[in-house]
Nanobody, 125 residues
Framework: QVQLVESGGGLVQAGGSLRLSCAAS????????MAWFRQAPGKEREFVAR???????YYADSVKGRFTISRDNAKNMVYLQMNSLKPEDTAVYYC???????????????????WGQGTQVTVSS
């Protein structure tokens, strides 16, 4: 079972930037797609970004052009660089792993087998 630990959340003003990190345990990390989801208070968890094992990326329309997902397979790390943050980006951000090795834009919650505990991002106006 892969364990995922997020870090890097915090409080930032609108227009600012944050970089989230996700550390993954396990030797097979490089074979799997990774993703970031978020959940705002009173709302369902939603897809933010996904990166395949060969670094093909997908983004939610709401973050396209502002967020960048990346990975460092040598360090078992996934990152989410968030720029031009808006108050509506406020949420708990979760790192997730898809161990299916099925290619393509698998973006549903049920496509991911492992989850981190989340890190809070708060954007003030």
């Amino acid at each position: 079972q892969v364990q995922l630990v997020e870090s890097g959340g915090g409080l930032v003003q609108a227009g600012g930037s944050l970089r989230l990190s996700c550390a993954a345990s396990g030797r097979a990390f490089s074979r799997y797609a990774m993703a970031w989801f978020r959940q705002a208070p009173g709302k369902e968890r939603e897809f933010v970004a996904r990166i395949s094992w060969i670094s093909v990326a997908y983004y939610a329309d709401s973050v396209k052009g502002r967020f960048t997902i990346s990975r460092d397979n040598a360090k078992n790390m996934v990152y989410l660089q968030m720029n031009s943050l808006k108050p509506e980006d406020t949420a708990v951000y979760y790192c997730a792993l898809d161990n299916s090795q099925i290619p393509g834009a698998r973006l549903e919650l049920s496509d991911f087998s492992s989850w981190g505990q989340g890190t809070q991002v708060t954007v003030s106006s």
